[in-house]
């Protein structure tokens, strides 16, 4: 999944045709890219431009790509629920709302799970990761952050990613702590 922010005074058609992205992408295939998905979403204002910004003037750009654009595109076509399986190409205004928040939106699933699990553990503030028992009773204490550090890097290592840290994490992390 490729997404596509256009910059400051123009939409997503006109720079469609100023990136050649038929073309474009004819020729990322030609040289043997894997198949991929191209999101354009408009963020042209009454003022020219969003800054993919959540503002009181043009609205919430900011959550509305990150989020629900990612989110809707997740729910509807063939696409690989994973960071590493998005893309940007920017220009200018695109740039800087790609600098603000990384394209690291929470997909559906994640979120459902997340919610499930909160419900079960019947918490919403504070940590969200907790013990389990093996009669499947979640405790109210919280894991460490060693532990929940080693249950990712195991299960990184089981997705074959040998080498994770930290800032890996980061996006991620923002969006769920928020």
Known sequence: MVYALHGYSIG???WSHEIHVPQTIEGSFAQGAKEFIVVLPDSKTIYNGSMYSSSATTGDFENFIAHDVVNYMEAHDRTI????SRG???HSMGGYGASRERESAVPLWVKAGIDDWLAEAESV???IFRSVAKNGRVSRSSLSDWAVWSIVQRSAEEFGLKRLGAPDLGGTCANFCR
Do not use: D, F, I, T
């Not at 629920?81 to 590493?84: F, G, H, S, V």
């Open 12 to 14: 997503a058609e006109q």
């Open 81 to 84: 629920p994973n960071r590493l």
């Open 88 to 90: 940007l190409v920017v």
């Open 125 to 127: 503030e504070g940590r």
